[in-house]
């Protein structure tokens, strides 16, 4: 700042850089919140942000996954709390087409296209009938969920994968639809089997 500033100029300036300093200062600033983004999960109650903001859960944050909305809380002291899991970006009960792993595809019009929802009750479901890939005889990925429908660990259903010939459908927590455990050749998968599967 040079000599020749007028104090109108040289009060403003110092009014700014006060601002600043207080706005970066959680005792000047006190409690506030935002929105973040889970990048790991420790073993002490902790998540980790992708900004590196380690907060500690409340009772009612439970299973968090890695790569989920969350909002996070900063007392005046500067301590964060992970209040939990924001809403999906999909409104709860929309059904979301799936996208289609490989060569796996919808069977057609006469039965629904695969899809997932978001049931908002700590669910999630699948339906549809998909067709699978030719030649089909050990397993397969059908498609892979998204984060906020994916369980927070392994789900397995009996289904019918071709006249006369059963398996499983697993999901995962990495959010792969895979069929398996089955002996012949996979025509289709009945994706209505998982009707209803929890998330956390």
């Known amino acids: 700042m040079t000599s020749s500033a007028r104090p109108q100029e040289v009060a403003a300036a110092m009014r700014r850089r006060m601002m600043q300093a207080a706005s970066a200062e959680p005792t000047v ?12 999960v420790g073993t002490d ?3 980790t942000t992708t900004d590196g903001i380690v907060a500690r ?15 996070i809380t900063v007392s005046g002291s500067g301590s964060w709390i992970a209040d939990g899991r924001t809403a999906p970006a999909t409104t709860a009960g929309t059904w979301v087409p799936l996208t289609y792993s490989g060569s796996w595809a919808a069977w057609g019009s006469t039965y629904n296209n695969p899809a997932y929802r978001v049931n908002g009750d700590g669910t999630a479901s699948l339906c549809g009938f998909a067709r699978a890939p030719a030649s089909t ?27 006369g010939v059963h398996g499983t459908l697993d999901i995962f927590p990495t959010g792969v639809i895979q069929i398996n455990d089955f002996t012949g050749t996979a025509t289709w998968a009945a994706l209505d089997v998982a009707s209803g599967y929890r998330l956390y």
């Open 29 to 40: 600033r006190r409690a506030d919140w935002r929105g973040a983004v889970v990048a790991s």
């Open 45 to 47: 109650g902790t998540i």
């Open 57 to 71: 859960r409340r009772a009612t944050y439970l299973s968090p996954v890695v790569g989920e909305q969350i909002m």
């Open 137 to 163: 005889t050990s397993s397969s990925t059908i498609a892979t969920l998204p984060v906020e429908a994916r369980p927070a660990t392994k789900i397995r259903y009996l289904t019918q994968l071709a006249t």
